[in-house]
Structure formats: structure tokens, C-alpha cells
């Protein structure tokens, strides 16, 4: 992809409380893109869930958010990183339903349906990154 | 951070703020289980309104309180979700159950104070 990704803003992730912060600080940017009211409510949603996932399973990590660009198009970037122990099966850990006993296991399967794009890398003992990004409509 | 919890007649009333933790959550959780014993109360209403995310685990938390409060011997009222929060719910994948909702804390308090066999049905 061919986006221009502008100045971040990093969120340190530790604590619980650090999921308000990160949720609070991705919604004020998404507000000061442009995004409608609806969306806020959507990103700050989606950033809530892996935040408390980086809490719940790797204990710390940082979310990344920027404004992004593409073309004409305007939207909001939210990388998610950790160095905690890696998800072994991906595809298992994004289905509807399923989780390890933490969670209700719709944190990130419910992330993506929130976001416009949402793209997980992740290596057993080395991380896990999630970038997602949604566009202003 | 701990919320005040109002107790009017029979019933508790809980306002959640936006800035509650998960911590927050659950501490609310043991605290209206011991509450709802101790006042005798029938119903618990907690006005969401404030909220502006109802995220997997605030979600997990609320049934949670509902279903302890509900063996407890009191119903729970979830009221004032927010339009963009019950949207973001839907996508998520979220439901509250059996757990009854009203609009604000009026609906939510004639809900709760209505007779036992219709109430929160």
C-alpha cells in the first residue's frame, strides 16, 4: 500500500488503566480527522479491545496511532505492539468466540469488524503486532 | 476510582463514568453484590450514559454484576447506552442477554420498581 503515514502518537500499554488512555487518545485524534461521531465511537472501541489484549496476554506493549493518508482519502492508523509470547494459530485466536479463558474471545475478531483494514503479525516468543486502520467517510 | 452507588427506597443506582478501569468494574461488581445484601434491595439500575465504550469486557463485567446481583435476590436495569455505543455492540458481537435495558434512568427506575412478576422481563 502507498500510504503516507504522518507523526505518531505513542501510547505506553501496562496497565488497565493505560486501556482508558489509549482509547481516549485514539478517539481525540480520529475527532480532530474528521471522523464522524459514529466512527469515534467504533475506533476508540476496536483500539479498547487490543489494548486490553496487550494487558491480558503480553503484559506490556505500545499503541502507535497516526493520521493516514491515501490519495484523497484521510483516516487514522493504530498499530498495536508487543514483545509479549506470540499467538501459535492466528486464525484460531481471530475466531468469533474463541479465547484462552481472559475474555469473552471477541476482542480482536470484534476489532476487525470495527476497522476498515486490520492486518495481525504475530511470532510465538517474539510479539505480536496488529496494524488497523479506518478511513473518514 | 470509586463510584458513589445512590440507594433510593428499594433500589440502587449506579452512574458508571468513562474513565472507569477495568478495576473499576469488577470492584463495583463485589461492592454492589455486598451492597444489594446488606440495604435489602430489589433492584439495581446503573445508568450508562457517560460511557462512550462499551467494549468485550465492560460488557463481560455488567452481565456479571446482573447475574451475581440476580442471585442476590435483585434485578439489574442497564439503562441510557448510548446510540454509537449500542451500534459499536452490534458489531462487536455484544449482548447483554436476559439483562433488562430501558432508555434513561426514569425508564429504568419504573422498570425496576414494577411489579415483581413483569419487571425486567
Excluded at chain 1, 16 to 34: C, F, I, M, W
Aim: proline share 2%.
Amino acid at each position: 500500500m502507498t500510504t503516507d503515514v504522518a507523526e505518531q502518537t505513542k501510547v505506553p500499554v501496562a496497565r488497565d488503566g493505560d486501556v482508558v488512555n489509549a482509547r481516549q487518545t485514539g478517539r481525540e485524534l480520529a475527532a480532530s480527522l474528521g471522523f464522524r461521531s459514529t466512527d469515534l465511537t467504533l475506533i476508540a472501541t476496536a483500539i479498547s479491545e487490543v489494548a486490553r489484549n496487550i494487558v491480558l496476554y503480553a503484559g506490556r506493549g505500545e499503541i502507535a496511532l497516526s493520521a493516514a493518508y491515501d490519495g484523497s482519502r484521510r483516516g487514522i492508523r493504530v498499530v498495536a505492539q508487543d514483545a509479549g509470547p506470540g499467538i501459535a494459530d492466528v486464525e484460531l485466536a481471530m475466531r468469533d468466540g474463541y479465547s484462552t479463558g481472559k475474555s469473552l474471545g471477541l476482542g480482536l475478531s470484534g476489532a476487525r469488524r470495527l476497522m476498515d483494514e486490520f492486518e495481525i503479525i504475530s511470532k510465538v516468543g517474539i510479539g505480536t503486532t496488529i496494524t488497523m486502520s479506518k478511513w473518514a467517510r | 476510582m470509586l463510584v458513589p452507588i445512590l440507594k433510593q427506597g428499594k433500589v440502587l443506582i449506579v452512574s458508571m463514568q468513562a474513565s472507569m478501569s477495568d478495576l473499576d468494574l469488577l470492584q463495583l461488581r463485589d461492592e454492589l453484590a455486598d451492597r444489594v445484601g446488606r440495604l435489602r434491595s430489589s433492584a439495581v439500575v446503573i445508568d450508562v450514559s457517560g460511557l462512550d465504550v462499551m467494549d468485550s469486557f465492560a460488557t463481560r463485567t455488567l452481565r456479571g454484576i446482573a447475574h451475581t446481583t440476580r442471585l442476590r435476590g435483585a434485578e439489574t436495569v442497564i439503562v441510557g447506552i448510548q446510540p454509537e455505543v449500542a451500534f459499536a455492540m452490534v458489531q462487536l458481537g455484544l449482548t447483554l442477554d436476559d439483562i433488562g435495558t430501558a432508555l434513561d434512568l426514569e425508564e429504568g427506575l419504573a422498570l425496576a420498581t414494577a411489579p415483581r412478576a413483569e419487571a425486567c422481563r
